[in-house]
Each structure stands twice: as C-alpha cells, then as structure tokens.
C-alpha cells in the first residue's frame, strides 16, 4: 500500500506558473505507474497527465499538451506536474493517483485504472 501526499497549490494569475508535487510513502515508488488527474466543481474528475514507473513515457491531455509537464523522481519517491501558461479552465483540485503494475512501459488515463489516491490540491487561476 502506497500513500499519496498532494503540494503546491494556490492562486496564480492567468499566464502563470505552478508546479505541484505528489509525495509517496510506503511501498516501492518505483512500482507504480502514476498519473495526475483535476476536478472542477460540478464537473467528473478528469485526465491530465501519466507517467510510466521509470519516467521513459509520458501522456497528455489536449487540454494541457505544451503547457504541462509531468516527471517523476523515484530516488525521492516524488512526482511532479510542472504547470505553466495557466489559464482559469485549468482551476480544480488536482489529485496524484498511483497503479502498481509489473509492467516498466505501461501508463494509465482512466479514474477507474487507478487505486492509490491523495487527498487532492486546490488551483485556481484568475483571469
């Protein structure tokens, strides 16, 4: 079992920069595919970002492609998502989520792929 701490949020300014970590306790970061998804209010909680267990592949949502930026340092059991040109569609708690698998080339972009979550950060960016 892994747990997921969330940091990094607040309130930027549209064109803005944020970068949130995802700290990970508990069993071997490294095993886990991971992922960064958001929420809006009133909204399903959505996709943004994927990472394979070792870094070598990553996936975007078009929403965020050029502009976010998701890495992974398993020596410090740390995700991050480096957010930059920030605009107000992207205000909503963005939670880190964890998937064990024993495969080093898989990643995952469905909630439902998922089983390790944190409690998620709050972004709002203002126009």
């Known amino acids: 079992q892994v747990q997921l701490v969330e940091s990094g949020g607040g309130l930027v300014q549209a064109g803005g920069s944020l970068r949130l970590s995802c700290a990970a306790s508990?069993?071997?970061?490294?095993?886990?595919?991971m992922g960064w998804f958001r929420q809006a209010p009133g909204k399903e909680r959505v996709f943004v970002a994927t990472?394979?267990?070792?870094?070598?592949?990553?996936y975007y949502a078009d929403s965020v492609k050029g502009r976010f930026t998701i890495s992974r340092d398993n020596a410090k059991n740390t995700m991050y998502l480096q957010m930059n040109t920030l605009r107000p569609e992207d205000t909503a708690v963005y939670y880190c989520a964890a998937r064990e698998t024993p495969n080093p080339s898989y990643y995952f972009t469905g909630v439902n792929n998922y089983n390790f979550w944190g409690q998620g950060t709050q972004v709002t960016v203002s126009s």
């Open positions: 990472i394979t267990r070792s870094g070598g592949s990553t």
């Open positions: 508990g069993r071997t970061f490294s095993s886990y595919a």
